[in-house]
């Protein structure tokens, strides 16, 4: 077993506990079922019995999205009590932990691992700490799914850089991938978290028109600089699997 680490840096917002919740917390758990759906499903394999652990799940909404659809497998792990009273009130399976810790304890266990907050709460240090713990905790062949900050959106990603005073860092696609090929995974895709995911509302069609014309933009831009940033979403996933 390892040994204990060190509090983290980030102090208010801690990388291991949930925060983007809406006010109203039940009322998200539809509206972030439908864009854990839309953005995620399709990354999580298609086994019904593999054994997921969803990293700072807060109320469990990611835990609820998988449960609903099929898989029974999932443990979801918080490190603040306040949220996690919603998802037992709900019968999701969600415990309070501090992820470091469980990581430590739960070697070669999972299936699949989804890094419910951004690592941007991390410092570059304590990612490439948190990348060699979640490999330790994947089984052979085991995915790591993660999302971070988009620091190539010309828009919000500087923004979303300075917002937070426990924000250390923002990703691109290219360093999305660099350090999860340097840490040894494999497979690596990185892709676009898309916001408007809410189709029975017109104004969404209105928002990803302009969005793509954002895109378009910024993208010719970029070539013109000679640039080959081509995701610009507020904020981007990546998924890979257990090096050896």
């Not at 490190?79 to 309070?96: G, T, V, W």
């Not at 890094?115 to 330790?136: P, R, Y």
């Not at 014309?213 to 993208?219: A, D, R």
Request: proline share 3%.
């Amino acid at each position: 077993m390892l040994e204990r680490k060190k509090k983290l840096t980030a102090k208010m917002e801690p990388f291991d506990s949930f925060w983007e919740a809406p006010d109203n917390i039940e009322k998200g758990y539809k509206s972030f079922f439908n864009f854990y759906r839309h953005n995620y499903l399709k990354h999580i394999p298609h086994n019904k019995n593999i054994k997921v652990l969803v990293v700072s799940c807060g109320p469990g909404y990611f835990v609820d999205m998988l449960n609903r659809h099929g898989y029974h497998d999932v443990l979801g792990i918080d490190s603040m009590a306040d949220q996690l009273r919603y998802a037992e009130q709900r019968n999701l399976n969600c415990i309070q932990a501090e992820a470091y810790d469980y990581l430590c304890q739960h070697q070669d266990e999972f299936d699949v691992i989804y890094c419910e907050q951004e690592v941007n709460h991390l410092t570059k240090n304590e990612i490439m700490e948190f990348l060699d713990l979640f490999n330790g905790s994947l089984k052979p062949g085991g995915t790591l799914v993660l999302h971070a900050l988009n620091g190539a959106n010309p828009i919000t990603g500087a923004e979303a850089l300075a917002q937070n005073f426990d924000h250390y860092n923002s990703f691109t696609e290219y360093t999305f991938k660099q350090i999860l090929e340097f840490k040894g995974y494999k497979n690596i895709q990185v892709f676009p978290l898309n916001l408007y995911v809410f189709f029975k509302n017109p104004l969404n069609y209105i928002l990803i028109i302009m969005s793509k014309c954002y895109e378009l933009f910024f993208t010719v831009s970029f070539i013109m600089y000679g640039k080959k940033n081509r995701l610009w979403t507020k904020k981007i996933g990546a998924v890979c699997k257990k090096g050896v």
